[in-house]
């Protein structure tokens, strides 16, 4: 877990910058935070000048400084000396010491309306900054407004108080009216905005395609994640299986074993240890939880009558790579082993659901957009997981930024308009 730096723990850290000249940190962020400046900035005592430079360049400050993976540290130069600078902890010492109210100046809202469809991280990114423009934003978000880190993560890693710091501040300053709302079609939006951005990250998630899916005990883990987000006790037995080896996958393996320390999780992932996807400091917190992990393992059936009870999987090695460079998992023969579940949760992916008909795709389902996030529909917009697929809040927080500006070019004239 994450632990907060007091005054003098942040002074320390921040004196062991070595403010690079071609600082790597930088490039690695996906927002290109300007690292050494707000580093800087607490070495000298002035907190509020290092949270604008942070806003400056990553709307979601408060969000990602407790959920972001920190893609800075692991290419930060100071670990060649010793060990990399705590940058996601000094950027938290800056969010939990300042207050985002204080001294707050938005322009008036008097330029063209327009529509948000997707009220998470990408979302929010593109009203603030579409806001700090005078545009006037409208999202449009049927479920709870935050995206994943308000409906899934857990209250453990994100608490309700901190999600709704700062989703609350960017819709209290920077969205002229959250509309409760489904949109399907670019149609129901009518002519009344200049502009539209696509935001509703990846609604539907993978399925294993092989027998018995259906069975009493098989949940998709995205639903067990909002049970445990909304203060509802899980559907999950005593023994569970998570198939999948992504972030999602270990983030519900620790909710279900920090909800019941008593509860068997095991998470079931066919390649092994140096190929599991998912974050490291995720990997840590589920393993100091007591999560348990089964590699080389290929899901092959579900067993059970009525209900699981458990799952036949077959023993992996390595093959060569495919066109992504990952080493593919093959089947050893004749080594198909049982593992008695009581509850199976999938967790191998997300895709797209089939909203917005008109709008090119990609074979995948994605949204096709060119280089200024323009879609095929010409005034409409999209970014975030819904054209990238499954990535980070910082990764998604930076298309929405990107997104605000591509919009305002547009709107001016200057962008696609010809």
């Given at each position: 877990m994450?632990?907060?730096?007091s005054r003098?723990?942040?002074l320390?850290?921040?004196e062991?910058?070595?403010?690079?000249y071609?600082?790597?940190?930088?490039?690695?962020?996906?927002?290109?935070?300007?690292?050494?400046?707000?580093?800087?900035?607490?070495?000298?005592?002035?907190?509020?000048?290092?949270?604008?430079?942070?806003v400056?360049?990553n709307?979601?400050?408060?969000?990602?400084?407790?959920?972001c993976?920190?893609?800075?540290?692991?290419?930060?130069?100071?670990?060649?000396?010793?060990?990399?600078?705590?940058i996601?902890?000094?950027?938290?010492?800056?969010?939990?010491?300042?207050?985002?109210?204080?001294?707050?100046e938005?322009?008036?809202?008097?330029?063209?309306?327009?529509?948000?469809?997707?009220?998470?991280p990408?979302?929010?990114?593109?009203?603030?900054?579409?806001r700090?423009m005078?545009y006037r934003p409208?999202?449009f978000?049927?479920k709870?407004i935050?995206?994943i880190?308000?409906?899934?993560?857990?209250s453990?890693?994100?608490?309700e108080?901190?999600?709704?710091r700062?989703?609350?501040?960017?819709k209290?300053?920077?969205?002229i009216?959250?509309?409760?709302k489904?949109?399907?079609?670019?149609?129901?939006?009518?002519?009344?905005?200049?502009?539209?951005?696509?935001?509703?990250?990846?609604?539907?998630?993978?399925?294993?395609?092989?027998?018995?899916?259906?069975?009493e005990?098989?949940?998709?883990?995205r639903?067990?994640?909002?049970?445990?987000?909304?203060?509802?006790?899980?559907?999950?037995?005593?023994?569970?299986?998570?198939?999948?080896?992504?972030?999602?996958?270990?983030?519900?393996?620790?909710?279900?074993?920090?909800?019941?320390p008593?509860?068997?999780?095991?998470?079931i992932?066919?390649?092994?240890?140096?190929e599991?996807?998912a974050?490291p400091?995720?990997?840590?917190?589920?393993?100091?939880?007591?999560?348990?992990?089964?590699?080389?393992?290929?899901?092959?059936?579900?067993?059970?009558?009525?209900?699981?009870?458990?799952?036949?999987?077959?023993?992996?090695?390595?093959?060569?790579?495919?066109?992504?460079?990952?080493?593919?998992?093959e089947?050893?023969?004749?080594?198909?082993?049982?593992i008695?579940l009581?509850?199976v949760?999938?967790?191998?992916?997300?895709?797209?659901?089939?909203?917005?008909?008109?709008?090119?795709?990609?074979?995948n389902?994605?949204?096709?957009?060119?280089?200024?996030?323009?879609?095929?529909?010409?005034?409409?917009?999209?970014?975030g997981?819904?054209?990238?697929?499954?990535?980070?809040?910082?990764?998604?927080?930076?298309?929405?930024k990107?997104a605000?500006?591509?919009?305002?070019?547009y709107i001016?004239?200057?962008?696609?308009n010809v």
């Open positions: 994450q632990t907060t730096l003098e723990q942040a320390l850290e921040a062991r910058c070595l403010y690079c071609d600082a790597p940190c930088e490039k690695a962020c996906p927002s290109a935070v300007p690292v050494s400046d707000f580093i800087y900035s607490i070495k000298t005592g002035n907190l509020k000048g290092a949270m604008e430079i942070i400056e360049a709307p979601l400050i408060d969000i990602c400084g407790i959920l993976p920190a893609f800075c540290q692991d290419v930060c130069t100071r670990k060649q000396i010793d060990s990399t600078v705590r996601r902890a000094l950027h938290r010492y800056i969010m939990e010491n300042t207050d985002m109210e204080e001294n707050l938005i322009p008036e809202a008097t330029k063209e309306k327009v529509a948000i469809v997707g009220g998470g990408a979302g929010l990114a593109c009203a603030r900054e579409l700090m005078g409208y999202i978000e049927k709870k935050g995206g880190p308000a409906q899934e993560v857990s453990a890693r994100f608490s108080g901190r999600a709704d700062e989703i609350g501040f960017i209290k300053h920077f969205a009216d959250v509309i409760n489904d949109v399907d079609s670019i149609d129901e939006l009518a002519n009344g905005y200049a502009a539209v951005f696509i935001s509703t990250g990846l609604a539907d998630e993978q399925d294993l395609g092989i027998p018995r899916e259906a069975l005990g098989v949940y998709k883990a639903e067990i994640l909002r049970d445990i987000k909304d203060g509802r006790t899980s559907k999950a037995g005593k023994r569970v299986g998570v198939i999948g080896g992504g972030n999602v996958a270990i983030e519900v393996a620790s909710a279900l074993k920090a909800e019941n008593d509860r068997d999780v095991e998470v992932y066919r390649r092994g240890m140096k599991i996807k974050f400091d995720e990997i840590e917190e589920a393993n100091e939880l007591g999560v348990t992990f089964q590699f080389m393992a290929i899901p092959k059936e579900i067993r059970g009558t009525d209900k699981v009870e458990g799952i036949v999987v077959t023993r992996a090695h390595l093959g060569e790579p495919d066109e992504s460079g990952r080493r593919q998992p089947p050893v023969p004749d080594s198909d082993f049982f008695p009581d509850t949760v999938i967790a191998v992916g997300q895709k797209a659901d089939k909203v917005f008909p008109g709008i090119q795709r990609k074979e389902g994605l949204i096709s957009v060119d280089e200024n996030m323009m879609t095929s529909v010409k005034g409409v917009f999209a970014g997981d819904i054209v990238r697929g499954a990535s980070t809040i910082v990764e998604c927080a930076s298309d929405g990107k605000a500006e591509k919009i305002a070019k001016e004239g200057s962008v696609g």
